[in-house]
């Protein structure tokens, strides 16, 4: 049997505010195959971000196991979860974040020169020119429409060819018919690329796509109906 790539067992998420601590996440277990779509849905302040950055190591757990490509989250320091991050997981926020001193080349690159790849631009060109960017990549974030930056976002993610794509809300700052041709994109390149694909989503039609849907409410997993 083949291990999952993502495991959380018992997972709960405490943050500190003004009023006090509040549990973010409650006791969460998920378990995720290599190669699995996954939707991840419920309504707002439920956890659903929460839980992907748990999984991306951008937040630690307060309590519980969080296993992702095999590490254990846990018990490793900043740089080493920077270093699972940068080999093993690519992330695509609803806001892009892409960096606006930067073209759309500079801005694929950025992740593989990081990893000290020495065809880091080689690498990003054939990356830009896969979303349909090729004629953009001197161009700087300002300079390109919503749907042209989160293709850049989409190809920066892949770049180093990560195990794991976590995507939260790739589509909602897009308008319908720019952001199905984002999640068209998504979802091409996760076959092709046989990546595990954790998508955040309030969009009943984008979730259906996904392999599973798992649904969120109150910080924990209420039930995982699998999609139609």
Do not use: Y
């Not at 083949?2 to 006791?27: F, M, Q």
């Not at 992740?111 to 990356?127: H, I, Q, V, Y």
């Not at 984002?182 to 998508?199: G, K």
Request: charged fraction near 20%.
């Amino acid at each position: 049997m083949i291990d999952p790539v993502i495991v959380l067992n018992e997972v709960s998420l405490t943050l500190g505010t003004r009023a006090g601590p509040v549990e973010i996440l409650k006791d969460v277990n998920l378990a995720v195959q290599p190669g699995e779509s996954v939707a991840v849905v419920g309504p707002s302040g439920s956890g659903k971000t929460s839980l992907l950055m748990v999984i991306a190591g951008l937040e630690r757990a307060s309590r519980g196991r969080v296993e992702v490509a095999g590490h254990e989250l846990g018990g490793l320091g900043e740089d080493e979860l920077a270093l699972v991050r940068g080999s093993s997981i690519g992330i695509v926020f609803q806001s892009f974040h892409l960096v606006p001193t930067m073209t759309a080349l500079e801005n694929v690159a950025l992740p593989l020169e990081f990893a000290g790849r020495p065809d880091a631009f080689g690498t990003a060109r054939a990356l830009l020119e896969e979303v349909g960017l090729s004629h953009r990549i001197d161009h700087f974030p300002a300079q390109l429409s919503g749907g042209e930056q989160q293709r850049v976002a989409v190809a920066r993610a892949l770049s180093p060819r990560p195990q794991i794509v976590l995507a939260d809300e790739p589509t909602g700052n897009l308008d319908g018919k720019t952001g199905e041709l984002i999640a068209d994109l998504l979802f091409d390149l996760h076959r092709r690329r046989s990546a595990t694909l954790v998508l955040v989503t309030h969009e009943t039609a984008l979730a259906r796509r996904c392999a599973r849907i798992v649904h969120m409410a109150d910080g924990g997993i209420t039930r995982e109906p699998v999609a139609a």
